[in-house]
């Protein structure tokens, strides 16, 4: 079973533009989590979606946006991007979103890592 | 908000040295995970513990919750040259869901 896919793995990008970040969820994984993961910060929860809705939020600005396609597919957003954002952006799959560890394992893709001059 | 203390933040050993870390919160966590993350990779769950007390093994890794529910310890016994790496603990800020926060991270270095 193939496992997370994150695009693209690297990208470089200037203050005040926006990207779009895409993951690809486990085969029949429907919950799919971001994470911002910085040296400062360590890794800092994003958002989580679950049937195409935004289940669970952490504590960023509005900058910051996802979505969820029916094929569980999901994006994440940045606009107006600040030099803070540089940062790898991890996704994680899990079946459910159920109950963190063992049989709802998050799988982490292998992140994409952003950087903002 | 919640946050886990990790300690130490690095560690230079010989293969063969057992390893310990450690994970305190101010908050009570009913769920704490342990995750391994290598150079370019995503983290990757170790060991799950759900129980105060509890003392779980996955091979040369055990690791205890804490009675306590405020802590949580990682042990790697006999290391070998792939444990390198950085080590998180995690816990549910929401219970019973995959909002995680992760503690700062265990570097692991170790000299052949």
């Known amino acids: 079973k193939a496992g997370v896919t994150q695009t693209p793995r690297y990208l470089i990008k200037t203050r005040g533009q926006q990207v779009t970040l895409s993951c690809s969820p486990i085969?029949?994984?429907?919950?799919v989590s971001w994470y911002q993961q910085t040296p400062g910060q360590g890794l800092q929860f994003l958002f989580e979606y679950f049937s195409e809705t935004q289940r669970n939020k952490g504590n960023f600005p509005g900058r910051f946006s996802g979505r969820q396609f029916s094929n569980s597919r999901s994006e994440m957003n940045v606009s107006t991007l600040e030099l803070g954002d540089s940062a790898l952006y991890l996704c994680?799959?899990?079946?459910?979103?159920?109950?963190?560890?063992?049989?709802?394992?998050?799988?982490f893709g292998p992140g994409t890592r952003l950087l903002v001059l | 908000g919640q946050q886990l203390n990790q300690s130490p933040q690095s560690m230079f050993i010989q293969e063969g040295e057992d390893v310990s870390m450690n994970c305190t919160s101010s908050?009570?966590?009913?769920?704490w995970l342990w995750y391994k993350q290598d150079p370019g990779e995503g983290p990757v769950l170790l060991i799950a513990l759900y129980k105060a007390g509890e003392l779980t093994s996955n091979g040369r890794l055990t690791a205890q919750f804490g009675i306590t529910r405020k802590d949580s310890f990682l042990n790697i016994s006999a290391s070998i040259p792939s444990d390198v790496g950085i080590y998180f603990c995690?816990?549910?800020?929401?219970?019973?869901?995959?909002?995680?926060?992760f503690g700062q991270g265990t570097r692991l270095t170790i000299n052949p």
């Open positions: 995690a816990g549910p800020i929401i219970q019973g869901a995959q909002k995680l926060v």
């Open positions: 908050s009570i966590f009913n769920t």
């Open positions: 085969s029949g994984h429907r919950s």
């Open positions: 994680a799959s899990s079946p459910r979103g159920g109950r963190a560890g063992v049989g709802e394992t998050q799988y």
